[in-house]
């Protein structure tokens, strides 16, 4: 019998890709969402089951699990980071209060999995070279502490209840029909707009890099760790496609190449530099392709480019923002 998986944040960016490879693979899936929007996920809603619901309710979140049988819980619902320094009050809930409601829900239900979303913003500012798992350093921002905290509290319901977790601390997630909205998204839609053929200001400097993960490897490497499970020893792992980071600039060449006449011009913002600038430049991917065999398909940005841009080209009913 396979899974019964639930995503929160379910009918949002990253879940889109992931549930069509649970689909793929036999999982049942339940979309769990505040907020629902049905574009990114057309061709397959009829496969899945979709719940609206917060995840700040505990009782809207443990009646899903219970009707559905889940025994996976993916964890994707948050407030990106631009989002969470302009409403802390909000972000508090939603990130803290509800991560708190993920764990508490699923020991209270016997879920067996959970995945947790981190990110490269759970590495606090002052980190030079390559961003190991091991490494200590505060974030300054709420949402890069939220982040943290996930991780920490995913290790103790882990030792204290037995139930599987892992943590993935993503690199700037890219790919078709991500929004604006956190301060990485320059990176999506600097590809995504020209796609489009609109025009897109960048909100960071030429220079400015972060490491990028092509959705498309979140996703393999999810499933990969996700099947593996109960085997996993480190339980935090780094994931990017390209080492090193390519800067703003090296992104829109790369367009350029693939979309002719492509307009991006570069308009810096201080507070989004500023919270672009406190994480790393790079993480070292050692740890996930030792420990689950995971290596990003992705690794060459010119593919990447070319794999985004077709998507959205050959999917505009979907992708198109």
């Given at each position: 019998m396979m899974s019964v998986v639930l995503i929160t944040g379910g009918t949002g960016f990253i879940?889109?890709?992931?549930?069509?490879?649970?689909?793929?693979?036999?999982?049942?899936?339940?979309?769990?969402?505040?907020?629902?929007?049905?574009?990114?996920?057309?061709?397959f809603k009829d496969k899945v089951k979709?719940?609206?619901?917060?995840?700040?309710?505990?009782?809207?979140?443990?009646?899903?699990?219970?009707?559905?049988?889940?025994?996976?819980?993916?964890?994707?619902a948050a407030l990106k980071s631009s989002t969470a320094e302009v409403n802390p009050a909000l972000a508090y809930k939603v990130n803290f209060e509800g991560?708190?409601?993920?764990?508490?829900?699923?020991?209270?239900?016997?879920?067996g999995n959970v995945i947790f979303a981190s990110s490269v913003a759970a590495y606090g500012p002052g980190l030079r070279g390559m961003a190991k798992e091991d490494v200590y350093t505060v974030p300054h921002g709420l949402y890069g502490i939220s982040k943290q905290l996930g991780e920490m509290v995913g290790l103790w319901f882990f030792r204290k209840y037995g139930i599987e977790f892992v943590a993935f601390r993503y690199g700037s997630v890219i790919?078709?029909?991500r929004r604006n909205g956190g301060a990485s998204a320059y990176s999506t839609l600097m590809i995504q707009k020209p796609a489009q053929h609109e025009p897109y200001s960048v909100n960071v400097?030429?220079?400015?890099?972060?490491?990028?993960?092509?959705?498309?490897?979140?996703?393999?490497?999810?499933?990969?760790?996700y099947e593996r499970i109960k085997k996993l020893k480190s339980r935090i792992y780094n994931l990017a496609s390209l080492s090193p980071s390519p800067s703003a600039k090296n992104i829109a060449e790369s367009v350029r190449k693939?979309?002719?006449?492509?307009?991006?011009?570069f308009k810096p913002d201080k507070k989004t530099t500023e919270i672009i600038d406190s994480w790393?430049?790079?993480?070292?991917?050692?740890r996930a392709k030792n420990e689950f065999g995971w290596e990003p398909k992705y690794s060459s940005l010119?593919?990447?480019?070319?794999?985004?841009?077709?998507?959205?080209?050959?999917?505009?009913?979907?992708y198109t923002i």
């Open positions: 879940s889109s890709f992931l549930s069509r490879d649970l689909l793929r693979r036999g999982y049942d899936v339940v979309l769990y969402d505040v907020a629902i929007d049905e574009t990114l996920i057309k061709d979709i719940v609206k619901g917060d995840i700040v309710n505990s009782t809207q979140l443990a009646e899903a699990v219970k009707t559905y049988g889940v025994d996976t819980i993916v964890h994707y991560l708190w409601n993920i764990f508490e829900v699923a020991r209270a239900n016997d879920v790919g078709p029909g400097a030429e220079a400015s890099r972060i490491p990028l993960l092509y959705v498309k490897d979140a996703v393999d490497a999810t499933l990969a760790a693939r979309v002719l006449g492509a307009e991006i011009t790393p430049t790079d993480m070292d991917i050692t010119d593919a990447l480019t070319a794999d985004f841009v077709a998507e959205v080209q050959l999917h505009p009913d979907m």
